[in-house]
């Protein structure tokens, strides 16, 4: 099978992400969003690993991995947090950053 | 040459007392003015010890040096601070010491009411110091050095009574028109320096032949430019009126009797400048000219009495610097009129502070009138000075300016015609206020204001205007006899030429005491016999209002240098702020104006960060598309 096909999902995975992050407010869904991002990326790595016939793109999967879940752990953390003093868990009420 | 030791005494004396009473303060409030004149004094007194020396060596011997010290030692350019003096400068040593101790005297007290009489005579000592450097000085350079100390007292003299803003106003005019000479005077100094490499006077009077006569015209204009920012000579004579606002001692002694005198010294010492350059001499001559008229002229308007002396004293610098712009055979007579006129002027101006003295410091000669029953001693010594300005023989002027009315007359041609009646005019005229002043002060009615009382100053006012009316008396006589003066000089200068003589001396004295006659009838004539206003006169004629406002002098220093300098400044002004100042602001709101465009991408949406970032790296990734595709 043609290993272009994945590269095609994994760039229509890439633009899904990226639209839900710029476009939905949920600080949750935006989350769900990110990762779908670094899985699409995950995707072109194993690709290129298959296409190259080298173990690098793979190795690199597994790093992604590892910065996802600890991602996760920090992220979840700060929205939990944010969510608890502003009862909101919408991105655009924390806009304190301008100030 | 023959050196001495103890000329440095003369200047040190007088600078000793004027660091003592102006760092000692307060604490010499007591006995300063006493020590200042005990110095100037004991100055005199070596003057006249050098005196004595010098008159018991032979011509050539006369001069003596004293090497001071090293002062500037550059490769093949070196001047020592050293002093010389010679027989033109013991004439100026002993007028300086001796009037200026008179004068230390009168003004004990006439200051004596004055709080800070200290500090006067502290200025006074300075003044001192500093004209003797100036005519000790051995080079140009060392000369400048007095040249500025004298400015420097004579501001300070000038704006004494500073608290007063007129009076401050008129020591900071003095002193920026005196500037404009200085920058004569420096470039003078250039001048011999790059063409002769030397700036000591016996070193320019050795290179003086060997120099183009351009460059010696171009230092001769210089030198006179100097002298008559000094002296008050028509371009640069607007200061001197403003400078009676001086304690009346001051305008004795600075503005009458020595520092405004210091140009006639400079043209005198650089004779072998002049003579070389005859344009600059012709130019010197003119100068002298027209200030004797414009003076002349001035005077006969004024009404503060101060102020007609004044103009006076211009004018008869004016005779002065004519007679050293005839040349060889001018020098001598421009000394003798130059000694004559400090001990005749100095009188008269102490005459003055005695009669504002005794008249509440008022100035205003309207408001004088019969203070001759009032004030005998002033007007007797007044008087002797006032017959020898006139030139009334044998009093001191009828020699010296019948000698300069002479040599202008015999100087030759056109010039020596057009010189002698210029002169002889300038003769009668000074007849004519003079003797305004005299009747105005001292004879007619009372015009008083009510608070006036009039009375005789105490005799150490006095004693110096006896000593000065005597002075008056007897100098030309003595300067005179056997051609004292011009002898004594002789060697300093080129040898006569002998020219022939136009008119005999005693057709010239005819003429002047004929002139002097019309003068003071005509000035008898119209105030004598006719009440006179304590008020000037509205209605008169356009001349008279012409001449009242100083013949337009300030008018035309505004117009023709004020004026276009305010603009010029205005202009440096406005390209400052405009382009250095512009291109400064201009980078600061430059950055501020892009800051601010920038901010609203800080919007703290976390959103729209993001979405700056996608396109971001969306670009970053289309442009290395477009590279390596």
């Known amino acids: ?99 | 040459m023959t050196t001495s030791n103890s000329l440095v005494y003369l200047i040190a004396l007088p600078l000793t007392g004027a660091a003592l009473l102006l760092i000692g303060g307060g604490r010499t409030n007591k006995w300063g003015h006493l020590l200042a004149t005990a110095l100037s004094a004991s100055s005199f007194g070596v003057g006249l010890y050098q005196l004595a020396q010098m008159l018991g060596r032979t011509n050539d011997a006369r001069p003596v040096s004293q090497k001071l010290f090293e002062w500037i030692h550059v490769t093949n350019f070196n001047v020592d601070a050293g002093l010389l003096l010679d027989q033109l400068s013991i004439c100026f040593v002993l007028l300086i010491t001796g009037v200026g101790t008179l004068i230390h005297i009168y003004s004990i007290s006439y200051m004596s009411h004055d709080h800070d009489r200290r500090r006067f005579f502290a200025y006074l000592n300075l003044f001192i110091a500093a004209m003797l450097l100036l005519v000790l000085g051995d080079s140009y350079l060392n000369l400048y050095v007095g040249w500025e100390g004298v400015g420097l007292a004579s501001y300070l003299l000038i704006g004494f009574w500073n608290q007063k803003p007129a009076y401050a106003t008129a020591s900071k005019k003095a002193f920026v028109m005196n500037r404009v000479g200085d920058m004569g005077l420096s470039f003078a100094i250039m001048i011999a320096f790059a063409t002769m490499g030397t700036v000591s006077f016996s070193g320019v009077a050795d290179q003086a032949q060997h120099t183009s006569k351009a460059a010696l015209t171009a230092m001769g204009i210089m030198l006179l430019v100097a002298a008559a920012g000094k002296s008050a000579q028509f371009p640069l004579q607007a200061w001197l009126g403003d400078a009676m606002a001086g304690p009346t001692p001051v305008s004795a002694l600075i503005h009458a009797a020595t520092m405004v005198t210091a140009g006639v010294y400079l043209i005198t010492r650089s004779n072998f400048i002049f003579d070389a350059a005859p344009t600059a001499q012709l130019l010197v001559v003119i100068v002298g000219a027209i200030t004797l008229m414009f003076g002349a002229l001035i005077g006969t308007a004024k009404d503060d009495i101060k102020k007609a002396l004044a103009a006076s004293t211009m004018s008869q610098i004016g005779y002065m610097i004519l007679a050293a712009g005839l040349g060889p055979v001018g020098y001598a007579f421009a000394i003798m009129h130059l000694l004559t006129h400090g001990f005749f002027k100095a009188g008269m101006f102490l005459g003055a502070g005695s009669v504002m003295h005794g008249m509440n410091d008022e100035v205003n000669m309207r408001k004088y009138g019969a203070l001759r029953k009032f004030m005998p001693i002033t007007f007797a010594t007044f008087g002797l000075g006032y017959l020898a300005i006139l030139g009334v023989p044998p009093f001191a002027g009828f020699y010296s300016k019948d000698m300069i009315i002479e040599s202008a007359f015999n100087a030759g041609g056109t010039k020596g015609i057009i010189l002698g009646s210029v002169t002889l005019l300038g003769a009668g005229i000074t007849a004519f206020y003079m003797t305004r002043v005299m009747i105005l002060t001292f004879t007619g009615t009372k015009r008083w204001d009510e608070e006036a009382h009039p009375h005789e100053s105490p005799w150490l006012m006095w004693l110096p205007m006896g000593i000065l009316a005597i002075g008056s008396v007897a100098s030309g006589y003595l300067l005179s006899r056997g051609n004292a003066l011009v002898n004594w000089l002789h060697p300093l200068f080129i040898q006569h030429v002998k020219h022939e003589e136009l008119l005999k001396p005693i057709v010239v004295s005819g003429l002047a005491l004929t002139m002097v006659a019309l003068g003071v009838a005509i000035a008898f004539n119209k105030y004598a016999r006719q009440d006179v206003a304590n008020v000037a006169p509205e209605k008169v004629s356009r001349i008279t209002k012409f001449v009242r406002q100083d013949l337009m002098q300030d008018r035309f220093n505004e117009a023709v240098f004020m004026r276009p300098g305010q603009a010029l400044t205005a202009t440096l002004v406005a390209t400052d702020e405009l382009v250095i100042d512009g291109a400064v602001r201009g980078v600061g709101s430059i950055a501020l104006g892009s800051g601010s465009a920038l901010r609203g991408v800080q919007n703290g949406f976390v959103r729209s960060y993001a979405a700056l970032i996608l396109i971001g790296a969306v670009a970053l990734v289309a442009a290395i598309w477009v590279v390596v595709a």
Do not use: H, P
């Not at chain 1, 710029?22 to 991002?37: H, P, S």
């Not at chain 1, 990326?41 to 690709?47: E, G, H, I, P, Y």
């Open chain 1, 1 to 99: 099978m043609d290993a272009g096909n994945y590269l095609y999902v994994s760039a229509l995975l890439f633009t899904i992400g990226a639209v839900g992050v710029v476009l939905r407010r949920n600080a949750i869904v935006v989350f769900m969003c990110i990762e779908l991002m670094l899985n699409a990326a995950n995707l072109s790595f194993v690709t290129f690993s298959r296409i190259n016939g080298d173990l690098n793109g793979q190795v690199m999967a597994f790093f992604t991995m590892v910065v996802a879940a600890c991602e996760v752990v920090v992220g979840l953390a700060i929205i939990v947090t944010i969510y608890r003093s502003r009862r909101s868990a919408s991105v655009d009420d924390a806009n304190l950053l301008k100030r």
